[in-house]
Nanobody
Framework: QVQLVESGGGSVQPGGSLRLSCTAS????????WGWYRQAPGKERELVAM???????TYADAVKGRFTISRDNAKNTVYLQMNSLKPEETAVYYC???????WGQGTLVTVSS
């Protein structure tokens, strides 16, 4: 079984930056893709960014140009660099893979002045 642990969340002012990390542990696996998702209060979980094994990445329109997804294969860790954060991006951020594994606890990002 694969376990996902997200970290790096916190409180930041509008316009600030955070770098999230997601580390996978457990059985050896080689997913087709890694993704970052977020769930704001009262809203459904949405895809923010995805990194395919072939190296290409896709982003939600709302974060293009501000967020960057990357991966360290040796550490089995995927990152999400978030710049120019906005208050409406306050949410719990999760990572997962394709195919999906059990969701982790997520990491809370709060953007507020």
């Amino acid at each position: 079984q694969v376990q996902l642990v997200e970290s790096g969340g916190g409180s930041v002012q509008p316009g600030g930056s955070l770098r999230l990390s997601c580390t996978a542990s457990g059985r050896i696996f080689d997913p087709k893709a890694w993704g970052w998702y977020r769930q704001a209060p009262g809203k459904e979980r949405e895809l923010v960014a995805m990194l395919l094994n072939v190296g290409s990445s896709t982003y939600a329109d709302a974060v293009k140009g501000r967020f960057t997804i990357s991966r360290d294969n040796a550490k089995n860790t995927v990152y999400l660099q978030m710049n120019s954060l906005k208050p409406e991006e306050t949410a719990v951020y999760y990572c997962n893979t394709i195919p999906y594994v059990i969701w982790g606890q997520g990491t809370l990002v709060t953007v507020s002045s």
